[in-house]
């Protein structure tokens, strides 16, 4: 019999995310690591006290503790007008001016969001992620018939994706609606004082939130770039930012590195580095979390791919990808390790069925929850690739929720810049990623590259 059912709810804020590196112990010594453990502890009180590289940027180390509930409260009001009056809610950005919210809704959405009808929330669809012309006529196309709005994410206020979208996107909600009821339906997030977006959210008057100076793009989740669509969508935000607070404590210098999951994780992906693992591998076995290793992506590739060094991201959704990359991950270059995200409580419940015949050989399973199987499949993975050479991490998360979210987005953010300055690197700037920009600009013939335009012409 198939049931399908929501299990108990425990408390989840006796609950914590947990961390186990035991299965990196046959490739990198426990030394080191109690070596590295005092250079991670120097390098979070860095951090706090502000000293070390791109200290310019770490508006996010306080972010959870400093929302306010008026804070919370104005972001929530934003997004009921949105919910009130859009079936759609276009989300423009990029990078960190999207993948935050997106992870974490995507987390905590069902599989088949878009699909439900009698819906409760509005359906969110993201734009300016990409140039990609059939994306945006089709967009346009889904948009036609519909009621829709639009949150404008941008710290610079200049990105070239985004903006192009925006102004497509602001083009058709004006016709569709008129331009003084487009006006309630925009939301800008940007810049307190500069940029293109800012002007324009000033001049047509749209609700306008800031993403402090001090707060980088794939930091920069816990404020309203993050926040409000999240909040749109239909999530607390309250607990995703409490979760958030709960892993600010304790990820605190003060805190011991045996109780310190953020320096332990810093250290043992730089300490893995130095016996040259050079990629790592962010797997789930939960597709939920295929975005939220997307965010992750970003937030460890632009902090610390820089000056020829750097650990190269990838990620994978187990057990689908196993039947594509785990060939590799098995038996190709032992240059990786792997980091699992494993959640331990799926919220619902559904049981292996028995079938009379057998055919398929399965009734052996018969009872057995389909997170069962799913554990075993995670657990004989994991065994699999340490045997095969590929050092384990494995992260696990209570539940998908808000509160548990709000830990790991902490988490991770926290171990990033511990984990960059262990690296030497400054982990808050990204000057790589404009080299792409000026050539694009000098091939456009943007004004002001004139002479770009004119050199980029002889290589071509
Ligand atoms: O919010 P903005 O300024 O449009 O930037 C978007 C993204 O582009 C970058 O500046 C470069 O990729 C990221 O750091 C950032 O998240």
Redesign the pocket.
């Known amino acids: 019999m198939v049931t399908s059912k929501p299990i108990n709810k425990f408390r989840e804020m006796e609950k914590v995310i947990s961390l186990n590196v035991d299965k990196v112990f046959s490739f990198v010594n426990k030394s080191d690591i109690q070596a590295g453990a005092a250079l991670a502890k120097q390098y979070n009180e860095t951090l706090h006290k502000g000293s070390g590289k791109g200290s310019d940027f770490l508006g996010w180390l306080n972010l959870p503790s400093s929302i306010t509930d008026a804070d919370l409260k104005d972001i929530a009001d934003t997004a009921q007008v949105l919910r009130s009056k859009c079936e759609v809610v276009v989300v423009v950005?990029?990078?960190?001016?999207?993948?935050g919210a997106k992870s974490v809704i995507e987390a905590l959405s069902n599989s088949f969001d878009w699909l439900q009808k009698d819906r409760k929330n509005p359906v969110i669809v993201y734009a300016?992620q990409n140039i990609g012309e059939d994306y945006v006529s089709e967009l346009i196309a889904y948009l036609a018939d519909k009621s829709f709005g639009i949150i404008n994410?941008?710290?610079?206020?200049?990105?070239t994706?985004?903006?192009l979208s925006f102004r497509i996107l602001k083009g058709e909600l004006e016709r569709k609606v008129g331009k003084e009821e487009a006006k309630s339906r925009i939301v800008a997030i940007?810049?307190a004082a500069r940029?293109a977006?800012h002007t324009l959210a000033r001049k047509e008057g749209y609700k306008m939130y800031v993403?402090p100076d001090n707060v980088?793009?794939?930091f920069?989740v816990l404020t309203p770039?993050g926040l409000l669509p999240i909040a749109v969508a239909g999530f607390d935000i309250q607990k995703l930012v409490q979760g958030a607070a709960f892993m600010e404590k304790n990820t605190a210098p003060d805190v011991p590195f045996e109780k310190n999951l953020a320096e332990q994780y810093a250290v043992t992906r730089n300490e893995l580095y130095k016996k040259g693992k050079k990629i790592e591998i962010l797997a789930n076995f939960n597709p939920k979390l295929h975005f939220f290793a997307e965010w992750w992506k970003?937030l460890y590739g632009?902090s610390e791919g820089k000056e020829n060094k750097g650990i190269f991201n990838a990620a994978v959704d187990f057990t689908t990808d196993l039947h594509s990359m785990g060939q590799w991950i098995q038996e190709g270059e032992r240059s990786i390790f792997e980091t699992v995200l494993s959640v331990a409580n799926p919220a619902n419940t559904v049981l292996v069925p028995k079938d009379e015949e057998d055919l398929d050989g399965l009734n052996f399973l018969v009872g057995k929850r389909v997170d069962f199987v799913n554990k075993m499949a995670e657990l004989g993975t994991q065994l699999a690739h340490v045997d095969g050479g590929v050092p384990n991490i494995k992260i696990e998360i209570p539940e998908l929720s808000e509160y548990y979210l709000g830990q790991l987005i902490y988490f991770f953010e926290k171990a990033c810049g511990i984990s960059g300055y262990i690296l030497g690197v400054n982990p808050f700037d990204?000057p790589g990623?404009?080299a792409y920009?000026k050539n694009m600009f000098a091939l456009l013939n943007k004004p002001g590259f004139e002479k770009d335009h004119e050199e980029i012409q002889k290589r071509l």
């Open positions: 950005g990029i990078g960190g001016s999207y993948l300016g994410i941008s710290k610079s206020g200049t990105t994706e985004p903006a940007t810049d940029g977006l993403i980088g793009g794939r920069s770039v970003q632009e990204q990623v404009e920009k």
